[in-house]
């Protein structure tokens, strides 16, 4: 018998997207500065592998360990991105941040 233990959290299975996405904010992490703190909207998306957590129209939270210094709010900008955390919370993860159209 499996254990249904509800309040267990259920992560997300490996996964990555490619996405277009409008800054809404970035600032460095207090506590690890390689770590940039992000809050960004969805514009596009599209799957590299794995589920596909991203929706356009969507504002979530998100981080990386690329460098945001020369990204500000407002900005277009096309990432990748692995979504980290479960059904009904979690983060994502930008890699290879670059400005967009």
């Known amino acids: 018998m499996h254990d249904q233990n509800p309040s267990r959290p259920v992560t997300a299975a490996p996964n990555e997207s490619l996405l277009k996405l409008r800054l809404i904010t970035c600032s460095q992490s207090q506590d690890d500065a390689r770590k940039w703190l992000l809050s960004f ?8 592998f794995g589920p596909q957590f991203a929706e356009p129209g969507k504002t979530v939270e998100g981080f990386s360990f690329e460098n945001f210094q020369d990204f500000k709010p ?3 900008v096309s990432a990748r991105a692995e979504y980290l955390g479960g059904a009904h919370h979690g983060y994502y993860q930008l890699t290879r941040p670059e400005k967009a159209d």
């Open 41 to 48: 909207e969805i514009i596009e998306t599209s799957a590299v």
């Open 74 to 76: 407002g900005d277009t």
